[in-house]
Each structure stands twice: as C-alpha cells, then as structure tokens.
C-alpha cells in the first residue's frame, strides 16, 4: 500500500463446500472398503517425490491391521503400486488416483497425514480441517495451515512418532470446524471481500 502498510492474505476455500456430511461419510467408507472398526488415514495430493508418500507408506506398515491408508492424487501412480507390492501392504493401502470430488472423500476419511519434504500452505490442509478432520503435518510445512487446535507438527526423522500419533489420536471431528475456519480467515467469500476492499483502498490512495 502506498502508505507503507502491508496486507497479508493467506489461501483460501469455499469452507461450506468441504463442512462434514454423514450421509456422504456412508458413500465414501463404502467405496474406500471401509467399515465402522477401520480407520482411514489418507495422503491427498500429487503423488511425487517431496510428497514423501514412502513415508506414509511405512508409517501404515506399523499399525494395526484395521488402520487403512488412502492415497489419492495424480502423478508417479505405477511406481507407488510398485512400491506397495514391495512393501508387501497390498491389503492396507488404497489408491484412488486422481479424483474431482474429494469433498465427498474427506467425509470418509478420519486422519489426513502430510510426511511432506517441503510444502508451503497446502490447500488440502485446509479443506480437511474445514471436514473438522485432525492433521497430521510434517514440520518442514508451514505453520500457517494450522487452523484447529488438533492439527499437528511432526517431524519426519521418524516414522514412530507418527505411528504414536496415530495411535494416540482422537478421531472425533471438530463440530464447528466451518465456523473456525471462516472466523479466521479462510473462507473465499470473505477472501473476496477483503480483496475489494484493498483495491478501493488502493484506488483511493490513486485519487
């Protein structure tokens, strides 16, 4: 701004689009294989390298057996089916590829995991939290996508501090998570809004 003063604008979702349905939750876990003692992690995103979906994958290795992985993303898809047979977990990893309508998937989903190598603020970090979904979020990512309370930073040094994570996670969704996340900040519409207010104040500052 010409006055000298700076404005900070984070990303931001459609919060209303990703808010948590039951009857969605029923469609997603059906086609996940999920039944009601399985809890769905999930990697969301391309699949690549600073992804660390290697990671995850090793991570799921070392948990119970009714802990289910679920990746979904474009990208090295053949090389990490490859990976999985190696890993000999065929039977805890799903993946789905690319898909369109991940607001219906986060609705299936209990724990987002991000084993991210670098990542600047990840627009599927948002929209879980906004499905008042708990994250699990490697610390070389940045802060600002922590939103609720029940996110988490940890390091990805090693996989045993996400299995104990996991493990010691309460899976219970933040009911108001729509209301939080629009209350600070990260909802487009009001985005949109503040958007024009900084160009009229920009245009008045012209004038």
């Given at each position: 701004m010409k006055d000298g003063t700076l404005q900070v604008l984070t990303n931001a979702i459609n919060c209303e689009k990703y808010a948590f349905s039951e009857s969605q939750r029923n469609v997603a876990r059906h086609e996940i294989g999920a039944d009601e003692n399985t809890v769905v992690?999930?990697?969301?995103?391309?699949?690549?390298?600073?992804?660390?979906?290697?990671f995850a994958l090793?991570?799921?290795?070392?948990?119970?057996?009714?802990?289910?992985?679920?990746?979904?993303?474009?990208?090295?898809?053949?090389?990490?089916?490859?990976?999985?047979?190696?890993?000999?977990?065929?039977?805890?990893?799903?993946?789905?590829?690319?898909?369109?309508?991940?607001?219906?998937?986060?609705?299936?989903?209990?724990?987002?995991l991000l084993p991210s190598i670098s990542e600047g603020l990840p627009m599927v970090v948002l929209e879980a939290q906004a499905n008042g979904i708990k994250c699990i979020i490697s610390d070389n990512v940045s802060a600002e996508c922590k939103v609720l309370d029940n996110a988490e930073f940890i390091s990805i040094d090693n996989e045993d501090k996400w299995v104990d994570c996991i493990l010691n996670s309460?899976?219970?969704?933040?009911?108001?998570?729509?209301?939080?996340?629009?209350?600070?900040?990260?909802?487009?519409?009001?985005?949109?809004s503040r958007i024009m207010e900084i160009i009229d104040l920009c245009i008045q500052q012209d004038e």
């Open positions: 992690l999930a990697c969301i995103g391309r699949i690549c390298a600073v992804k660390n979906i290697s090793d991570v799921v290795k070392k948990l119970p057996d009714n802990y289910l992985l679920l990746i979904v993303g474009g990208g090295e898809i053949e090389q990490l089916k490859q990976e999985i047979l190696e890993k000999q977990i065929e039977g805890k990893v799903v993946v789905f590829g690319e898909r369109k309508d991940i607001d219906t998937i986060m609705n299936g989903i209990d724990l987002l309460n899976y219970k969704r933040v009911e108001d998570a729509v209301h939080i996340m629009k209350e600070k900040g990260f909802d487009i519409k009001d985005y949109s």
